[in-house]
Structures are given as structure tokens and as C-alpha cells.
């Protein structure tokens, strides 16, 4: 134990010092610190140089069983990239005009595993600056191919003066095969805006500003993974429909800041969670009415703080079934629009609890599995898998596999 929170107190201090320069008498003290760790440890830890590479190999023998220290191994790697400036990707392919086109799906395939270079030659803490947000690394960073899907993408929730197109709504009704027109969708809307107050929308990334978040979705994968600690850790954490906390907080955690939910899974929010609404057929909006805020039935409570309420707007939800997923399936699941919006809205994505657990089903980690090779229905599960894959294989999000 003494030896874990040495190594603990040694890459903590090392990372809160490269957020700024590091004065002096500050140096002197970590390399005092990082001398008494190797004393512990019977390794040679003279100076900053000397330690840097040996943490990987620190942090692989103290017991990557442990979550926290596994949070510990990731925030080092992000660390480590902030370096050197990540190269981004060239793009080999012209358009007519002479801009470089976009990376295709298949050159993002190509993309290798291994990350940035490093270059310790010189005693320098100072990281690169972002231009677009605070993070040790912002999501936008880097890779063109991935900036352009984000600046092509509609607003991921509705906005105010919902000025969706007539084409994109007669997509989103073909999820259900609703007969209502565009005007009374038009008009409903109205209605919904009419209950919200009025809020700031404010998703765009700032130079001033490091939202990191938990995606934490509901695959049996993690039952047993103890992922709970670093869960809690992120600013953000977003939970989708039933997914409960209670009874397993050592895996999944126990905090909520948002909660996307549709009626069918509804459940009662505390005043502090946003609700991020998933409305998939005209009936969802004539829901939300009857369920948030002044319902005209004193006796009936408010399903959520009607003051945190995001709707996610139906065009952003045609643009992930048709540029994200290549219309795969028949449209896109809860989960991975939840991961599409969380890149719009978040500098850097963890991704909890996707896939399949150890024994290839596509099970919840709250449900006992009723069959076996339990599969992912109507929507194309192993194909958005693949895709969260490869954004974590181009370092735009942490993928945790679980257990």
C-alpha cells in the first residue's frame, strides 16, 4: 500500500506541474520526492528525466487491477501527449478546387496505433496551448478528417426556433411511421418551447474551459470492472435510460449530471440532472408536455427540473444515421447518439459499458441474460462499435472495455 501511494504522490505531483511552469524550489521538491520513491522501490530515480519513461513501467507492476490506478495510467498517457504537439494527418487527396479533401472512412482505418511522439531531451514542462479549449488535449486537436464531421453537424439539441427541415423531418417519422404532417410537429414544438424557459445554448468548446466527461452506457461488460472511482472523477457524467447506480457503485459509480431518456424509459430525476430527452415520434413531445413542468395536475410531480431539459433535435439524429453510420441499421441507438452528442458538447470523452461483455452478449449489467448470444436487435451494434473503436484508435475518445 505504501509503495502504491508513493508512486501515486510522485505522477500526480508531475502532472498538476505541467499545467504551468515549474518554478525552481518546486522542481527541487519533486525530484526529493521522486528520490524517496525510488528508495521505496529499490529503483534509481534521480531526475525528472530519469523518471518520465519509468512510470509506465511503475504503474504496470502496481496492480492494474485497481481502477484508480488504472485512472492514474490514463492520466499519465494524456500527459505524455502534450509533449509535442500531435502531428495531424495529412491528406493526400485533392479536390478540384485544390483544397485537401477529407480522410476517407477507409484512410481512417489506416490510421496506425501507436500514438505521438515524445521528445524528453529537454527539461520542459510546458505544454502546448489548444486553441479551442483548456484540456491537457481537446477533442477537436488534431485530425481534420474528425473536425470536419463535427463543423458538418446540425445542432445536437433543438434549438429554440426549431427551423428543422421538411426532409429531415419526414426521416425522423419514418422511425415509426407517424402520420402527423410537418405543420402539427411545427406546432407541437412550439408548445414544448413554450413550457422551457428560456436558456443559453452554450456547446461550442472555449479556450478558457475543460469539460471532460463519462459516457456510461449499459453493457454487462461492467459488472466486475470497479470502474466506479473514475467514473465519479469526470465533470460530466451521462447515463442513459434505466441504468441505475444503486447496488452497483463500485462499477458504474454514483454519479449523474445528465440522464437521457425517452418515455418508455423514463424515470423520476433529482433537481440537479439534466434531462436529455430522445424524442423518436410525435407522441414523445405530447409526453414531455404532460410530464414536465406545470402540468395542470397539482398532485402530479415534475418528472425533471424543467430548467435542465435538452432535446435532441431530430436533424442531428438523420445526420448520425447517414454520415456517422452510412445508414446501417434502421436508425442509430440510444447509445451511440449519446456518444455523437457528448462529442459536440465535451473536450474530452471517457466511453464506459459499450459492446459486449466477456462472452460475446449484449446484455445490461443490472439484467440477468435470458439467452444466450443475446444480440443488439434493429440497430447495427457491431458496426457502431467498430466505429467507437477507431475513435479511440485516432485518440478522440478513452474507450474502457470493462470486464
Same mark, same amino acid.
Not at 505522477?11 to 528520490?35: H, M, N, P, Q
Not at 424557459?197 to 469539460?211: N, Y
Given at each position: 500500500?505504501?509503495?502504491?501511494?508513493?508512486?501515486?504522490?510522485?505522477?500526480?505531483?508531475?502532472?498538476?506541474?505541467?499545467?504551468?511552469?515549474?518554478?525552481? &524550489?518546486? %522542481?527541487?521538491?519533486?525530484?526529493?520526492?521522486?528520490?524517496?520513491?525510488? %528508495?521505496?522501490?529499490?529503483? @534509481?530515480?534521480?531526475?525528472?528525466?530519469?523518471?518520465?519513461?519509468?512510470?509506465?513501467?511503475?504503474?504496470?507492476?502496481?496492480?492494474? #487491477?485497481? $481502477?484508480?490506478?488504472?485512472?492514474?495510467?490514463?492520466?499519465?498517457?494524456?500527459?505524455?501527449?502534450?509533449?509535442?504537439?500531435?502531428?495531424?494527418?495529412?491528406?493526400?487527396?485533392?479536390?478540384?478546387?485544390?483544397?485537401?479533401?477529407?480522410?476517407?472512412?477507409?484512410?481512417?482505418?489506416?490510421?496506425?496505433?501507436?500514438?505521438?511522439?515524445?521528445?524528453?531531451?529537454?527539461?520542459?514542462?510546458? *505544454?502546448? &496551448?489548444?486553441?479551442?479549449?483548456?484540456?491537457?488535449?481537446?477533442?477537436?486537436?488534431?485530425? *481534420?478528417?474528425?473536425?470536419?464531421? !463535427?463543423?458538418?453537424?446540425?445542432? *445536437?439539441?433543438? *434549438?429554440?426556433?426549431?427551423?428543422?427541415?421538411?426532409?429531415?423531418?419526414?426521416?425522423?417519422?419514418?422511425?415509426?411511421? /407517424?402520420?402527423?404532417?410537418?405543420?402539427?410537429?411545427?406546432?407541437?414544438?412550439?408548445?414544448? =418551447?413554450?413550457?422551457?424557459?428560456?436558456?443559453?445554448?452554450?456547446?461550442?468548446?472555449?479556450?478558457?474551459?475543460?469539460?471532460?466527461?463519462?459516457?456510461?452506457? +449499459?453493457?454487462?461488460?461492467? +459488472?466486475?470492472?470497479?470502474?466506479?472511482?473514475?467514473?465519479?472523477?469526470?465533470?460530466?457524467? !451521462?447515463?442513459?435510460?434505466?441504468?441505475?447506480?444503486?447496488?452497483?457503485?463500485?462499477?458504474?459509480?454514483?454519479?449523474?449530471?445528465?440522464?437521457?431518456?425517452?418515455?418508455?424509459?423514463?424515470?423520476?430525476?433529482?433537481?440537479?440532472?439534466?434531462?436529455? =430527452?430522445? $424524442?423518436?415520434?410525435?407522441?414523445? =413531445?405530447?409526453?414531455?408536455?404532460? +410530464?414536465?413542468?406545470?402540468?395542470?395536475?397539482?398532485?402530479?410531480?415534475?418528472?425533471?427540473? @424543467?430548467?435542465?431539459?435538452?432535446?435532441? +433535435?431530430?436533424?442531428?439524429?438523420? #445526420?448520425?444515421?447517414?454520415?456517422?453510420?452510412?445508414?446501417?441499421?434502421?436508425?442509430?441507438?440510444?447509445?451511440?447518439?449519446?456518444?455523437?452528442?457528448?462529442?459536440?458538447?465535451?473536450? /474530452?470523452?471517457?466511453?464506459?459499458? =459499450?459492446?459486449?461483455?466477456?462472452?460475446?452478449?449484449?446484455?445490461?449489467?443490472?439484467?440477468?441474460?435470458?439467452?444466450?448470444?443475446?444480440?443488439?436487435?434493429?440497430?447495427?451494434? !457491431?458496426?457502431?462499435?467498430?466505429?467507437?473503436?477507431?475513435?479511440? @484508435? !485516432?485518440?478522440?475518445?478513452?474507450?474502457?472495455?470493462?470486464?
Amino acid at each position: 500500500m505504501l509503495y502504491q501511494l508513493v508512486v501515486a504522490g510522485v505522477l500526480f505531483y508531475a502532472v498538476v506541474c505541467r499545467g504551468s511552469s515549474t518554478a525552481k &524550489k518546486d %522542481s527541487s521538491r519533486l525530484e526529493k520526492l521522486i528520490r524517496k520513491a525510488g %528508495s521505496v522501490v529499490s529503483m @534509481k530515480l534521480d531526475t525528472l528525466v530519469t523518471v518520465v519513461p519509468s512510470c509506465n513501467d511503475l504503474l504496470e507492476g502496481v496492480g492494474s #487491477h485497481s $481502477p484508480v490506478l488504472q485512472g492514474m495510467k490514463e492520466v499519465w498517457r494524456r500527459s505524455r501527449l502534450q509533449t509535442s504537439r500531435p502531428p495531424e494527418y495529412k491528406r493526400p487527396r485533392k479536390t478540384n478546387g485544390g483544397a485537401a479533401a477529407p480522410l476517407s472512412r477507409e484512410e481512417l482505418r489506416r490510421v496506425p496505433d501507436e500514438g505521438p511522439s515524445w521528445n524528453l531531451s529537454v527539461y520542459s514542462f510546458g *505544454p502546448w &496551448k489548444s486553441s479551442f479549449c483548456s484540456c491537457l488535449k481537446c477533442i477537436r486537436d488534431g485530425d *481534420p478528417w474528425f473536425r470536419e464531421q !463535427i463543423d458538418a453537424s446540425p445542432e *445536437p439539441f433543438l *434549438p429554440r426556433k426549431h427551423s428543422i427541415s421538411e426532409n429531415d423531418f419526414l426521416w425522423w417519422k419514418k422511425i415509426k411511421q /407517424e402520420e402527423y404532417d410537418f405543420a402539427f410537429f411545427n406546432a407541437t414544438v412550439d408548445k414544448v =418551447f413554450e413550457m422551457l424557459p428560456i436558456i443559453s445554448e452554450d456547446v461550442e468548446p472555449r479556450p478558457d474551459r475543460c469539460r471532460i466527461c463519462a459516457v456510461v452506457g +449499459n453493457s454487462g461488460n461492467l +459488472n466486475g470492472s470497479r470502474y466506479g472511482p473514475l467514473i465519479d472523477l469526470h465533470d460530466f457524467v !451521462i447515463r442513459m435510460n434505466y441504468g441505475p447506480t444503486r447496488g452497483f457503485e463500485v462499477d458504474v459509480g454514483t454519479k449523474t449530471t445528465h440522464r437521457v431518456m425517452y418515455p418508455e424509459t423514463a424515470s423520476l430525476l433529482d433537481h440537479t440532472t439534466h434531462l436529455v =430527452f430522445f $424524442p423518436f415520434k410525435m407522441e414523445d =413531445f405530447l409526453w414531455l408536455l404532460e +410530464n414536465v413542468g406545470e402540468n395542470g395536475d397539482l398532485n402530479k410531480q415534475s418528472l425533471a427540473n @424543467k430548467n435542465l431539459v435538452r432535446i435532441l +433535435n431530430p436533424a442531428f439524429m438523420k #445526420h448520425v444515421h447517414q454520415v456517422w453510420l452510412q445508414q446501417k441499421g434502421a436508425y442509430p441507438s440510444t447509445g451511440f447518439m449519446t456518444l455523437a452528442f457528448s462529442l459536440m458538447i465535451c473536450d /474530452e470523452v471517457s466511453v464506459f459499458g =459499450f459492446g459486449a461483455d466477456s462472452d460475446g452478449n449484449w446484455g445490461h449489467y443490472f439484467e440477468k441474460i435470458k439467452e444466450e448470444n443475446f444480440g443488439t436487435g434493429y440497430h447495427p451494434g !457491431i458496426y457502431e462499435y467498430n466505429l467507437i473503436q477507431q475513435l479511440h @484508435k !485516432i485518440q478522440k475518445i478513452t474507450l474502457y472495455k470493462g470486464h
